[in-house]
T-cell receptor, first 111, second 118 residues
Framework: DQQVKQNSPSLSVQEGRISILNCDYT??????FLWYKKYPAEGPTFLIS?????DKNEDGRFTVFLNKSAKHLSLHIVPSQPGDSAVYFC??????????FGTGTSLTVIP | DTGVSQNPRHKITKRGQNVTFRCDPI?????LYWYRQTLGQGPEFLTY????????KSRLLSDRFSAERPKGSFSTLEIQRTEQGDSAMYLC????????????????FGDGTRLSIL
């Protein structure tokens, strides 16, 4: 039972353009959402999070949008840089206890 | 470096053997999580501690798996009588538990222990 889904296994974007990564969830009780970035042979690195009482959170080049009615989360990276090439995971939890992760989207930023 | 530390980084063992992994969380973090990740999948939750208390366990955590966090500091994950299907990356994460609703804090991950069962 996959409660968090990332339906795009991969995405390629030109350097300088916007990268948009999407995530859908099924559990309406989720109240905390996160995005992680993962390089090979390393653990996931926290990028940005959002509480369910907000619909947008911004940190530098990274912005997370939350649409609770659609149960949809997205991560925008502007401008995209080659160093952003990695696998991105979205995650969700109820009160920060058990976290559920999507299957990841591999982003390639083309110089 | 004060990040989450996991040891060993790699473990190769024969089927049927017992293995133990260690996780040292970020020192001020009271929550500690164990996950398993296989190729092409996201991390799957195994169990979670708040201080020394184990508060949640996934159905994935069979009775061959046991986790401890004595004194609320480091944690160990033991797998007894390993099977081929146990081959995976085992990730540990820690966080500072939020106080009250909508005050959650992100998890920070270690680099994992890769287990290979021969």
């Amino acid at each position: 039972d996959q409660q968090v889904k990332q339906n795009s296994p991969s995405l390629s974007v030109q350097e300088g353009r916007i990268s948009i990564l999407n995530c859908d969830y099924t559990n309406s009780m989720f109240d905390y959402f996160l995005w992680y970035k993962k390089y090979p042979a390393e653990g996931p690195t926290f990028l940005i999070s959002i509480s369910s009482i907000k619909d947008k959170n911004e940190d530098g080049r990274f912005t997370v949008f939350l649409n609770k009615s659609a149960k949809h989360l997205s991560l925008h990276i502007v401008p995209s840089q080659p160093g952003d090439s990695a696998v991105y995971f979205c995650a969700a939890s109820v009160t920060g206890n058990q976290f559920y992760f999507g299957t990841g989207t591999s982003l390639t930023v083309i110089p | 470096d004060t990040g989450v530390s996991q040891n060993p980084r790699h473990k190769i063992t024969k089927r049927g053997q017992n293995v133990t992994f260690r996780c040292d969380p970020i020192s001020e973090h009271n929550r500690l999580y164990w996950y398993r990740q296989t190729l092409g999948q996201g991390p799957e939750f195994l169990t979670y501690f708040q201080n020394e208390a184990q508060l949640e366990k996934s159905r994935l955590l069979s009775d061959r798996f046991s986790a401890e966090r004595p004194k609320g500091s480091f944690s160990t994950l033991e797998i007894q009588r390993t099977e081929q299907g146990d081959s995976a990356m085992y990730l540990c994460a820690s966080s500072l538990g939020g106080q009250g609703p909508y005050s959650n804090q992100p998890q920070h991950f270690g680099d994992g222990t890769r287990l290979s069962i021969l």
